[in-house]
């Protein structure tokens, strides 16, 4: 006598399968939800995080008046009058105008050359960063991903540069230049601070060619572009962005020192380090003329490294 049991079973998976080949669910449970990535994580992480929203909102403020700071002073940074010679103290009942910072020796607006010298500082930070970044990121990768020979040459090359004290070296090389525009500027801060970029993309390369879906790409026959930039660069960046993000201060800094020491932006380029040295004279009778450059490039440096190190615990799994 046949057993009915194991008849209707098999025909219900039977029929079961019938309808998966139809299209037709065999259950009305839900497919599990496509895993976040890396950046997914890292983007609701930073979302979530004071810091960085206190440090974006602050370097977003910074950006708008670099790029439009005659939106916020109708006076001539450049012009000044003896006849407002020091006159003048901060006050917030003259809120955006010219003499709410009051003026400086030569009868300038502090105000207004605090907003315009921005524009430079962040623009030679930026600039070099993007700089760096590039070029330190290139070198890496070729190093760690080749190997051998070429790693072996890089490797030399990065530490005869890696040597070079940064600030000295700067000031060298800014040195043989007469007219020191900001491209040249970015230059000479670019041209020896590429090495802890690249040293940074080497190490992570070389932790990440060795991933199995890199060996599996080599093994489906990929070309050496197409694995560099299509599956080893976009996981390993990610420490190479918190190291930029970090280093975009430490580079608007090292600007403001030169232009202190007499070796940055000439040509009668506006920038908060030439303030800052200006200032330094005044500093027993009118300190504001020191002061105010000195804290909006601490507020600058300080917003871009709360970033970057929001950046690096959103990215560093070890740290959530």
Same mark, same amino acid.
């Given at each position: 006598?046949?057993?009915?049991?194991?008849?209707?079973?098999?025909?219900?998976?039977?029929?079961?399968?019938?309808?998966?080949?139809?299209?037709?669910?065999?259950?009305?449970?839900?497919?599990? +939800?496509?895993?976040?990535?890396?950046?997914?994580?890292?983007?609701?992480?930073?979302?979530?995080?004071?810091?960085?929203?206190?440090?974006?909102?602050?370097?977003?403020?910074?950006?708008?008046?670099?790029?439009?700071?005659?939106?916020?002073?109708?006076?001539?940074?450049?012009? +000044?009058?003896?006849?407002?010679?020091?006159?003048?103290?901060?006050?917030?009942?003259?809120?955006?105008?010219?003499?709410?910072?009051?003026?400086?020796?030569?009868?300038?607006?502090?105000?207004?050359?605090?907003?315009?010298?921005?524009?430079?500082?962040?623009?030679?930070?930026?600039?070099?960063?993007?700089?760096?970044?590039?070029?330190? +990121?290139?070198?890496?990768?070729?190093?760690?991903?080749?190997?051998?020979?070429?790693?072996?040459?890089?490797?030399?090359?990065?530490?005869?540069?890696?040597?070079?004290?940064?600030?000295?070296?700067?000031?060298?090389?800014?040195?043989?230049?007469?007219?020191?525009?900001?491209?040249?500027?970015?230059?000479? %801060?670019?041209?020896?601070?590429?090495?802890?970029?690249?040293?940074?993309?080497?190490?992570?390369?070389?932790?990440?060619?060795?991933?199995?879906?890199?060996?599996?790409?080599?093994?489906?026959?990929?070309?050496?572009?197409?694995?560099?930039?299509?599956?080893?660069?976009?996981?390993?960046?990610?420490?190479?962005?918190?190291?930029?993000?970090?280093?975009?201060?430490?580079?608007?800094?090292?600007?403001?020192?030169?232009?202190?020491?007499?070796?940055?932006?000439?040509?009668?380029?506006?920038?908060?380090?030439?303030?800052?040295?200006?200032?330094?004279?005044?500093?027993?009778?009118?300190?504001?003329?020191?002061?105010?450059?000195?804290?909006?490039?601490?507020?600058?440096?300080?917003?871009?490294?709360?970033?970057?190190?929001?950046?690096?615990?959103?990215?560093?799994?070890? %740290?959530?």
């Amino acid at each position: 006598m046949p057993d009915l049991t194991k008849t209707s079973t098999t025909d219900e998976a039977a029929a079961a399968q019938d309808e998966v080949v139809a299209g037709a669910p065999v259950s009305a449970t839900p497919a599990p +939800g496509k895993p976040r990535s890396l950046w997914g994580d890292a983007w609701r992480d930073l979302r979530r995080n004071p810091l960085f929203v206190i440090s974006a909102l602050l370097i977003v403020v910074l950006l708008f008046v670099a790029a439009f700071p005659g939106m916020f002073t109708d006076a001539n940074p450049e012009t +000044g009058d003896q006849a407002k010679h020091f006159l003048g103290k901060p006050e917030l009942g003259h809120f955006f105008q010219a003499d709410w910072f009051g003026y400086d020796g030569t009868g300038r607006s502090i105000y207004a050359r605090v907003l315009f010298g921005a524009r430079n500082s962040i623009v030679v930070g930026v600039g070099v960063t993007l700089l760096v970044t590039l070029f330190g +990121g290139l070198v890496g990768m070729l190093a760690g991903y080749f190997g051998g020979f070429w790693d072996s040459l890089l490797s030399r090359i990065t530490d005869v540069f890696f040597g070079i004290p940064f600030l000295l070296g700067s000031m060298v090389v800014l040195n043989g230049f007469t007219d020191r525009t900001v491209w040249v500027v970015m230059g000479a %801060l670019a041209f020896l601070g590429w090495t802890q970029i690249a040293r940074v993309m080497r190490g992570a390369v070389i932790t990440t060619k060795h991933a199995d879906y890199v060996v599996a790409a080599r093994a489906l026959g990929a070309g050496t572009k197409r694995i560099l930039f299509r599956h080893i660069l976009p996981n390993a960046v990610a420490p190479v962005i918190v190291v930029a993000t970090i280093a975009l201060g430490t580079y608007i800094v090292a600007e403001s020192t030169l232009s202190y020491l007499g070796l940055g932006l000439g040509g009668g380029a506006i920038s908060w380090g030439g303030d800052i040295s200006d200032g330094t004279q005044f500093i027993r009778n009118n300190p504001h003329v020191l002061l105010f450059p000195a804290g909006m490039l601490s507020i600058t440096v300080l917003a871009f490294i709360m970033m970057g190190d929001a950046v690096r615990e959103a990215l560093d799994p070890k %740290l959530r």
